[in-house]
């Protein structure tokens, strides 16, 4: 019988382990030579940053046994042999289904190490309400030959046309190639108004832009172009977590920005591993202080057409 003790937001705790790591020396990221311990080292140093967006809501993680030059896997079912730190989910639609993954403290943040996971991707609601979701994505994904600066715009253009939806605009790097937009909810539109809102401002920013924009997937209308990724939005669908590693050469995280740290000098892998905890003591804050309670209700379906420039 599966444990389902997780509940959202759960206060962020000292930062003290009590996960048991096997092979503590396993080397994660070889070029930098982090390790197991070293990333668990990373997330109990960030603990109290990352822990608001990893808890408490549904998970998918991409697990590298062997460290970033080895074999992975997506996974977002529960396994035999799962760290007791981590707790098993039922998704109330999915009732016959295996049971999901969910983390609630830090220990389990630290089980999800020992189990080799080096993304985490967090679905944008809680268990506490699955069918409201809480966070919007918006995934902007460069084609070939798109320059830094190009995203950067497509970022200000989502913000706008968040913020003239009543919402608030937070971003991100992804730790890859791209930008993520992230805008806080109330739970209170489904997944279907979440969706239809998000699909509908990607399609108007290449409606009203087609040489910069596209909305949809086909890799051939890609190039030169910034895919507008909304399909974040739809029930079961995740996107990497802030301050979750990314299982890619340089060991990058997906860091949170402030809007006008946004420049040419801080590409989408700027910040890893090794430069992030540093970065957070510099700051003394989070640099997305107020997240939460800047969180909005998704009105009607409202998106503007007008060019910003
Ligand atoms: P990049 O900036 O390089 O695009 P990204 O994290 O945004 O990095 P995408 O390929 O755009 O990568 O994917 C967006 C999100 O979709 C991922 O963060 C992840 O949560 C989800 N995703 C991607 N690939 C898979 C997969 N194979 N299985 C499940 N979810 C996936
Ligand atoms: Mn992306
Ligand atoms: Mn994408």
Known sequence: VPKTKAKAGAAPKAAKRRVRLTHPDRVYWPEQGITKEGLADYYTEIWRHIAPHVTGRPLALLRCPNGIAGESFFQKHAWKGLNPSIDLVKDPKDDAGEPLISISDLDGLLGLVQSAALEIHPWGATTADWEHPDTIVMDL???????????????????????????????????????????????????????????????????????????TIAKAKRRGRILIDYLRNQRGSTAVAAFSTRARPGAAVSAPLSWDELSPAIGPAYFTVENMPKRLAALDADPWEGFRGAAAVLGEVKVSRGKSR
């Open 141 to 215: 994904d460069p084609g070939e030959d798109v320059p830094w600066q190009a995203v950067i715009d497509a970022a200000l253009e989502v913000r706008r046309r968040l913020e003239d939806a009543g919402l608030a605009a937070f971003v991100k790097t992804s730790g890859g190639k791209g930008l993520h937009v992230v805008a806080p909810l109330k739970p209170k539109a489904d997944w279907t108004a979440v969706k239809a809102f998000t699909k509908g401002m990607a399609e108007a920013m290449a409606a009203d832009d087609p040489d910069r924009y596209v909305a």
